[in-house]
């Protein structure tokens, strides 16, 4: 049976197993929206923006593992969803964005909202396509799932021309696509695993280094067995937050630039550091040349491009995480050791850097400091698991000091891009994936006000989002670093002149409330937790309350600022 490109689209995602798509129609698809007007197995949410609707989608695919959907229109609308799509690219996200195109007889004569998608994304996209043949459509829909959701996921980007979405074929669906040159590998050479799980059962301080690829993999619990299980202590990375539970004895939390004491100092004194699914990122090696100087150094990632890339490493394993660590945890078996007995003088060596600079904060018992905030917060909800998503910022940074995480994808955050707008829409999308948990956006007066319009999409589609607006007035990350290292020239960083936040909420119809002292903040959050829709609380904090420990830029990351 002959089917439209429109028909063939939503056909093609249904059999991807697709159930809600994020978007902003316009000219170039609305031949797409016709036909999704008369589905009923594909639920559509309408954002205010094109970035939230990738934002939206981030949040839906981060907190699932499966992929997101968005939907845009030609021109302005697809150059809109860059940012959210560069963001999926470099936190290693997988989304699908389909965006309207001219005419395949316009391309290139500057049509009316005709844009290289195509051109402008291949440097952010993990693979974009421009499908020029309504026959070729079905296929590309399969290759573009498939190249998102393996291997190290990633956004793929389809651009689809008018005449494509009108233009009929017969509709075949692929039950699976081969592409040259894409073959991923998952099983790590097995001579190698062996070798490294000789390396790591004669370590004396080995060190687990755990990133977003555990979460990916779906490795937490085998990150799990490996620490208990040879008594290896664990520090995330900001996308790594909740592979490891931060409750247990072996977590050092989160290192870097406003990592925990000692998890950094851990870094700089291990002999054996193991990283898993991370990338080496800058924010969390400080001076490359002064980074783990007595360590060897294992990376097992599941794309061979991360190898070396910034760190040179000693012993690479190219694998997914998960079936990595299943081939390897077996191996230990092999070593009658008494893990406990000879990791007990790095243990010891850890926690005295743990009692000798815990995270803290000066309180007056007036003045709401936001440290404080997220403390009562996980206090209040540590036994419902919500989903907590951040903006970018320093309350990003808070939250992932302060708030207390143990499971995987209940911790969603903007890592490698920092794209402030980030953290609301991408609740949205949370909300949409899991209707029955409590999604909380954590976010600052700044990076709300990028994408506060997209209250509209939380009351439009029932989205009882909660959000907690820490406000200080400032963009507080970069006032932080003109107060520490300019002076105190704050250039272009006071925001004091903003909306009323209440009243904005409540001009949506959504319950909203200010907190201004310390002695309301547990009320207040037990207010907000107790909302059955939407709800936004504006906390006033203290104006220029700084984050704790800060190595700065290209300082070695023992080189910390303490409170």
Known sequence: MKLNGAKILLESLKREGVKHIFGIPGGAIINVFDELYKQKDLKFILTRREDGATFAAEGYARSTGKVGVAFV?????????????????????????FTGQVPTNLIGNDAFQEADITGITRPCTKHNFLVKRVEDLAETVKKAFYIASTGRPGPVLVDLPK????????????????????????????????????????????????????ISSG???????????????????LMGIGAFPETDELSLGMAGMHGTYRANMAIQHCDLLISIGARFDDRVTGKLSDFAPHASIVHIDIDPASISKNVKVDYPIVGDAKCVLQEMLPLFDEYEKDW????????????????EHKLAYVRDGKTIKPQY??????????????????????????VAQFYTFTRPRTHLSAGGLGPMGFGFPAALGAQVANPDRMVINITGDGSFQMSMQELATAVESRLPVKVVILNNGFLGMVRQWQQLFFGRRYSGTDISVQPDFVRLAGSYGIDAFRLEEEKDVEEGLRKMLDCSGPCVVDVRISREENVYPMVPAGAPITHMLLV
């Open 73 to 97: 229109t030609s021109g302005p609308a697809a150059t809109n969803t860059v940012t959210g799509i560069t963001n999926a690219y470099m936190d290693s996200v997988p989304i699908v964005v």
């Open 340 to 355: 406990k007995e000879i990791r007990k003088p790095w243990l010891e060596m850890i926690e005295n850097w743990k009692n």
């Open 163 to 214: 005449d494509v979405q009108t233009d009929e074929a017969e509709f075949n669906y692929p039950e699976s696509v081969s592409i040259r040159g894409y073959n991923p590998t998952f099983h790590g050479n097995p001579r190698q695993i062996r070798k490294v799980a000789r390396i790591i059962a004669e370590a004396k301080k080995p060190l687990l280094y755990v990133g977003g690829g555990v």
């Open 373 to 398: 905030v997220l403390e009562k917060l996980y206090q209040l909800t540590k036994d419902i698991y919500p989903i907590i998503v951040s903006d970018v910022g320093q309350h990003q940074m808070w």
């Open 219 to 237: 490795a937490h619990k085998e990150v799990y067995t490996l620490a208990k299980k040879l008594c290896i202590p664990v520090f995330t990375t």
